[in-house]
């Protein structure tokens, strides 16, 4: 069973940036595409931006574009979610997992680790 483990979520101020890091293991993780995905409360699961397996390709939800960039280190086999000028919006839990059949959404065949949560608040 593959696993991921997501860090680096906290309390921030408005403005402010956060690094997100996801850790897999137990699959080959430089043969799949990857994202990350958010849920806020009361919110279904949406995706936030995902990468193509070789880190060439990437895309993002149009709330986050200019503001999020993610990256990937296969030797690693870590996902990586820069964080910047947030917003009290940006505030849920992130996951990260596998970005099935090339579409960055969340799918029910996804496997999901604990998630980090992220607080914008002043």
């Known amino acids: 069973q593959l696993q991921l483990v997501e860090s680096g979520g906290g309390l921030v101020q408005p403005g402010g940036s956060l690094r997100l890091s996801c850790a897999a293991s137990?699959?080959?993780?430089?043969?799949?595409?990857m994202g990350w995905f958010r849920q806020a409360p009361g919110k279904e699961r949406e995706g936030v931006s995902c990468?193509?397996?070789?880190?060439?390709?990437?895309n993002y939800a149009d709330s986050v574009k200019g503001r999020f960039t993610i990256s990937r280190d296969n030797a690693k086999n870590t996902l990586y979610l820069q964080m910047n000028s947030l917003k009290p919006e940006d505030t849920a839990v992130y996951y990260c997992?596998?970005?099935?059949?090339?579409?960055?959404?969340?799918?029910?065949?996804?496997?999901w680790g604990q998630g980090t949560q992220v607080t914008v608040s002043s």
């Open positions: 997992s596998r970005a099935l059949f090339g579409l960055c959404v969340p799918h029910p065949s996804n496997t």
């Open positions: 137990r699959f080959t993780f430089d043969y799949y595409a």
């Open positions: 990468i193509s397996s070789s880190g060439g390709s990437t």
